[in-house]
C-alpha cells in the first residue's frame, strides 16, 4: 500500500476536506449514479451483510450508521428492527439529499437521526451501540486505524461492527473486466453525469490502494476487534466484513 493517501483532488487540503467536497458537489445524483454503476448489486450486497451480522448478534437496539450518505444502508437496518438508528456522515449535502428521503418515507427523526460528524474524531458517543455499520465508507478515512478504534469507542462491550467495502477480485478473468469497467467506463459515466470525473477516478484508485480480506482484518485485530470474519461477494467485487468490540 502506499504511504501516501489517495486523495479524490490535487489540491493542499486534508483528505477529509476534500472526501467532503467530493460528496457535496455529487450528492443530487449520487444514488441514482450508485444505481447505475453497480447496476443495483448494491442492494444485495447490503442485505447480505445483515445475514453475516444476524450470526454475531440479535436485534440490537442502537445502531450506528457510519458515513451514511443519503442513508441507504440507514434504510436497509431498520430490517433489524432497532430502537433507533444514528447516521453520521461528514457531508451536509449527503445528509440533505438523505433527510428528504426519511420525510418523503415518513421516518421520524427518533427512529433515523441523521448528523454531521466524522467518525474519526466524533467524541458526543461513547460505548452507546451495538451495531456500527459502515458502507463503503473506511476507504475515504484520512486514518484507517484511527477511525476503526474510534468506532469501537463509540460501539458497547461486545458490539459489532460490520463493514462493506470494495475490494479486488482473485479471479484472472473478473479481475480484468473488473479493472477496465473501473478504470474506464465507471469515470466516464461519473463525468457525463455528475460533471466529477475526479470522484469516480478516486473511487479506482481509493479502492487499489485499499487493504483487502485478510489485510483488512488485520486492521480490525490491530483496533481491537476480535470474532472477525468476511465474505467475499460477488466474485471479490466487494467484501463483508465483521467483528466484535472486546468487552473490558
Known amino acids: ?13 486534508s483528505k477529509n476536506q476534500q472526501v467532503r ?14 444505481s447505475i454503476l453497480s447496476l443495483g448489486v448494491h442492494r444485495y450486497w447490503r442485505k447480505a451483510c445483515l445475514n453475516e451480522i444476524k450470526k454475531k448478534t440479535t436485534q440490537p437496539k442502537f445502531i450506528l450508521d457510519v458515513a451514511t ?7 436497509t437496518c431498520l430490517n433489524l428492527n432497532p ?16 433527510q428528504t428521503k426519511l420525510k418523503l418515507r415518513n421516518i421520524p427523526s427518533t427512529k433515523i437521526e441523521l448528523i454531521e460528524d466524522n467518525a474519526e474524531t466524533c467524541t458526543r458517543f461513547e460505548n452507546t451501540f451495538d451495531l456500527a455499520v459502515v458502507a463503503f465508507g473506511v476507504r475515504n478515512f484520512e486514518n484507517l486505524d484511527k477511525g476503526l478504534y474510534n468506532i469501537k469507542r463509540m460501539l458497547k462491550p461486545n458490539g459489532v ?27 466516464w459515466i461519473g463525468r457525463f ?28 485485530h490491530d483496533a481491537g476487534y476480535n470474532q472477525t470474519s468476511f465474505r ?13 468490540k472486546k468487552a473490558s
Open 1 to 13: 500500500m502506499s504511504t501516501k493517501p489517495v486523495t479524490p483532488y490535487a489540491s493542499s487540503n
Open 21 to 34: 467536497e467530493m460528496f457535496n458537489r455529487i450528492s443530487n445524483r449520487y444514488d441514482s449514479l450508485n
Open 69 to 75: 450518505g443519503t442513508g441507504d444502508f440507514a434504510l
Open 83 to 98: 430502537e433507533k438508528i444514528t447516521g453520521m456522515d461528514i457531508s451536509a449535502g449527503m445528509l440533505n439529499v438523505g
Open 161 to 187: 461492527i460490520c463493514v462493506l467495502e470494495f475490494a479486488y477480485p482473485r479471479n484472472k478473468l473478473i479481475k480484468l473486466i473488473y479493472h477496465f469497467y473501473f478504470k474506464r467506463i465507471i469515470p
Open 193 to 220: 453525469f455528475s460533471s466529477d470525473s475526479k470522484a469516480y477516478r478516486y473511487l479506482f484508485e481509493s479502492v487499489q490502494e485499499f487493504p483487502h480480506f485478510d489485510s483488512f482484518i488485520k486492521h480490525l
Open 232 to 244: 467475499s461477494l460477488s466474485f471479490g467485487i466487494a467484501c463483508c466484513y465483521t467483528g466484535i
